[in-house]
C-alpha cells in the first residue's frame, strides 16, 4: 500500500487470492448474514473432505483456531465454535479428544481493543460408526454425569490450568454427543451443537462442585461462604447456620484460623492475615481451605517458600491443589478477575513446585549421607 503511488502497476492487484479463502469478513461478504452462510458453507465441504478422507487406523487431527465469544444482540456467542463443530458431526465424524492451545499473544496489533483470536485448539476426531443410534435429551446428559467426572480427574491430574478446563472438557463432553446419530429433544428436534455445549458446561460445574464433597467440613463451609461473601463480612448468624449444616460450628471454624465472629459479623480471613510461620504438622485442626490459601500466600512471595510447603504437606497437598480448581470456578463466576488468577498461577506452578521440593528432600539426604 506504501508503495501504491509509486509503482500503481506492479501493486494494482492483491498479492495472494482472497475470494477462496475461509473467513466470515462482512466487509469481504457484503453483510454479516452473507459472511456467515460463506463460513459454513465452506466449513461443512471442508469437514465432508476430512472425512471421506479419513482412514479407521487413525484419527484426524485438526488444529482450529477461534475467537472466543462474539457479541451481538446484547448476547455473547461462539458462532464459529459452534459452526465448526456442527460441521464435523454433520459430516459423521465423532470427536474423540481437545485439547486447548494458548498461541496467541493478546497485545499484538490485531488484538488489542478487538475480539480477534483468543486461543487455538487440537481435535481428534474418527468417523462416526455406521451402527449410531439415537438418544434422547435425557440419555445424553445421564451419559455425561456418569463419565464426565472420571475425565475431569484425568485433566486435573495432567495439571490443565484451570482457565483451560472448561475447554478442555468439551472434548470429552462432546465424544458423548457425537457418538450418537442424533440426540433428540422432547418435541422431536435434533439437539444443536450450541445446546450441547451449553449442557456440557452445567455438567462441568455440577462435578467441580461436587469435588467438594470430598473435603474437610470446614471447608466446604468455607468455601460456600466465599463464593457469597468473599472476605466480606456477612450476619454471623447466618454463617453459624451454615456452619451447622457443613456438620460444623463457627467455634470450629475460629479454632481452625480461617475466620472469626465478632460483632454479629463473620468473615474469613484474607491471604495478608495468614500466619507466615505456620506449621503444618503442628496445626491441630488441619483444613484444605488453609493448606490452600497457605500455597497461593507462599507463592506470591517465592517460588521456593510454596515448594517447601508443598513438601511438607505431602499427599495431603493433592487436595489443596484439588480445591483451588473449586475456588477459580466460584471466583470466576463472581467476577473476582485477581482471586481467580491467585488460583491458576498455583495450579500452573505445580510442577514446578513438585519438582523444587523433591529436589530440596534429595539435597538433605545427601548431606547426611
Not at 143 to 172: C, M, W
Not at 220 to 230: D, E, I, K, P, V
Request: aromatic residues 8%; proline residues 3%; glycine residues 8%.
Amino acid at each position: 500500500r506504501g508503495l501504491a503511488d509509486v509503482w500503481p502497476d506492479e501493486c494494482a492487484t492483491l498479492a495472494t487470492p482472497k475470494a477462496a479463502e475461509l473467513i466470515a469478513n462482512p466487509f469481504r461478504a457484503g453483510s454479516r448474514e452473507a459472511a456467515e452462510a460463506h463460513f459454513e458453507a465452506g466449513m461443512r465441504q471442508f469437514m465432508e473432505a476430512v472425512a471421506s478422507g479419513s482412514i479407521e487406523s487413525a484419527p484426524a487431527t485438526i488444529y482450529y483456531a477461534y475467537k472466543a465469544t462474539e457479541s451481538r444482540d446484547g448476547e455473547s456467542h461462539s458462532t464459529g465454535w459452534d459452526t465448526f463443530l456442527q460441521a464435523t458431526i454433520d459430516a459423521g465424524l465423532s470427536v474423540t479428544a481437545t485439547w486447548p492451545l494458548r498461541t496467541e499473544n493478546s497485545s499484538r496489533l490485531v488484538a488489542q481493543g478487538t475480539n480477534a483470536l483468543a486461543s487455538s485448539i487440537l481435535l481428534a476426531c474418527r468417523r462416526r460408526p455406521s451402527s449410531a443410534v439415537l438418544a434422547t435429551r435425557g440419555e445424553f446428559i445421564e451419559a455425561l454425569r456418569s463419565e464426565l467426572p472420571e475425565a475431569v480427574r484425568i485433566l486435573q491430574t495432567g495439571n490443565i490450568a484451570p482457565v483451560d478446563i472448561a475447554q478442555s472438557t468439551i472434548g470429552p463432553g462432546i465424544k458423548v454427543f457425537s457418538r450418537y446419530a442424533k440426540v433428540v429433544e422432547a418435541d422431536g428436534s435434533a439437539m444443536s451443537v450450541g445446546d450441547a455445549l451449553a449442557i456440557i458446561n452445567d455438567v462441568l460445574g455440577e462435578v467441580i462442585d461436587g469435588e467438594e464433597a470430598e473435603l474437610d467440613a470446614d471447608t466446604r463451609f468455607a468455601s460456600t461462604w466465599y463464593a457469597q461473601h468473599g472476605y466480606n463480612p456477612g450476619k454471623s448468624g447466618d454463617a453459624d447456620g451454615q456452619a451447622r449444616a457443613k456438620n460444623t460450628s463457627l467455634s470450629g471454624i475460629e479454632a481452625a484460623g480461617i475466620g472469626e465472629a465478632r460483632g454479629g459479623t463473620f468473615r474469613l480471613f484474607e491471604r495478608s492475615e495468614l500466619d507466615p510461620e505456620w506449621d503444618v504438622v503442628a496445626d491441630t485442626r488441619l483444613t484444605v481451605w488453609e493448606a490452600t490459601q497457605h500455597l497461593v500466600a507462599a507463592l506470591e512471595r517465592s517460588e521456593s517458600e510454596a515448594a517447601g510447603l508443598l513438601h511438607r504437606l505431602g499427599g495431603y497437598g493433592d487436595r489443596a491443589r484439588q480445591l483451588a480448581y473449586v475456588l477459580f470456578q466460584k471466583a470466576t463466576d463472581k467476577g473476582w478477575a485477581e482471586e481467580a488468577g491467585a488460583y491458576n498461577g498455583l495450579i500452573l506452578a505445580w510442577p514446578t513446585l513438585q519438582s523444587m521440593g523433591s529436589s530440596t528432600d534429595q539435597d538433605a539426604q545427601q548431606q547426611l549421607l
